[in-house]
């Protein structure tokens, strides 16, 4: 049985991992690093400048 998760995050750097369903918005103004694996999907906003994303599967990410 697979959970729907949802999550916001504000933070100065965030490090995120994400896998099956579910989704994340966050927050990070220096550093975000974000492992995504199935359909979840990420929003990153504040532009941080160390961006480091890694997609396995349908999810993906939006940096905003």
């Known amino acids: 049985m ?11 750097s965030v490090e995120l991992e994400l ?7 966050v927050y990070a103004r220096n550093t975000a690093r974000l492992r995504l694996s199935g ?15 890694a997609t396995h599967g349908m999810g993906g990410v939006s940096w905003q």
């Not at 359909?39 to 994303?53: C, E, N, Q």
């Open 39 to 53: 359909t979840g999907s990420a929003t990153v906003y504040g532009k941080p400048a160390t961006r480091r994303a």
């Open 19 to 25: 896998s099956d369903l579910g989704g994340a918005t």
């Open 2 to 12: 697979h959970q729907l998760l949802r999550a916001t995050v504000l933070a100065a």
